[in-house]
Structure formats: C-alpha cells, structure tokens
C-alpha cells in the first residue's frame, strides 16, 4: 500500500511541476509577443516593457490564447500595422518555444 501512496505523491508532484511549467512559459511566451509587437510598434526601453506586462494581463480575460492575439492585433490596427492572425499566432508559437527553453535553462 505505501508503494502506491508513493505513487500517487510522485504523480501529484509531477503534476503540479508540469502546471507550473507551463503557466511560466505561457507567461514568458506573452511578455516575449508584447515586446515583439511593442518593436513594431516603436516602442522602447520602459515603455515596451510596460507594454509586454499589459499582454502578460490580458490573458488573464480568459483561458487560451485568444485573448493577447485580440489585444496585440487590435493595438497593431490602432497603429496602422499590417499583421494577419495567422502571423500573430506563428510568432505567438516562436515566441512559446523560446519560452520553453528559457524556463529549461531557468530550472537547471
């Protein structure tokens, strides 16, 4: 019995090193986007990385992606810049691999 109690732990801690794993890539993937489109946008220093934390909190709205791509798409439109959603979510997949290996090296 204390073997599959031992189990259980190791797969609830596996879990939750999983999850949170993710949710600091997800949030490294956005700060990266928001400094992406902040470049496009002109923006530097203090005021692309404000901008990069306004991304990072609008996916907070709701679960998915679909919020950062409406925001940065919609700040793009505000300031005449021409990006499709297609292009948004294939630099959102680079920026989610960069992410990826940053939080890797992060945790060694």
């Not at 031992?6 to 949710?23: G, N």
């Not at 600091?24 to 692309?48: C, H, S, T, V």
Request: charged share 45%; proline share 2%.
């Amino acid at each position: 019995m204390a073997t599959f109690d031992d189990r259980e732990k190791a797969f609830e801690k596996k879990f939750e090193h999983d999850e949170q794993f993710r949710f600091r890539a997800e949030m490294r993937r956005n700060k990266l986007l928001g400094l992406w489109a902040a470049d496009l946008m002109g923006l530097a220093g203090d005021e692309a990385e404000a901008y990069a934390r306004q991304v990072v909190e609008a996916d907070l709205e709701e679960p998915g992606p679909e919020d950062v791509i409406r925001k940065v798409k919609a700040d793009f439109e505000a300031n005449g810049i021409e990006k499709s959603d297609r292009q948004i979510r294939r630099q959102l997949d680079e920026c989610l691999a960069e992410a990826r290996e940053q939080v890797m090296s992060e945790a060694e």
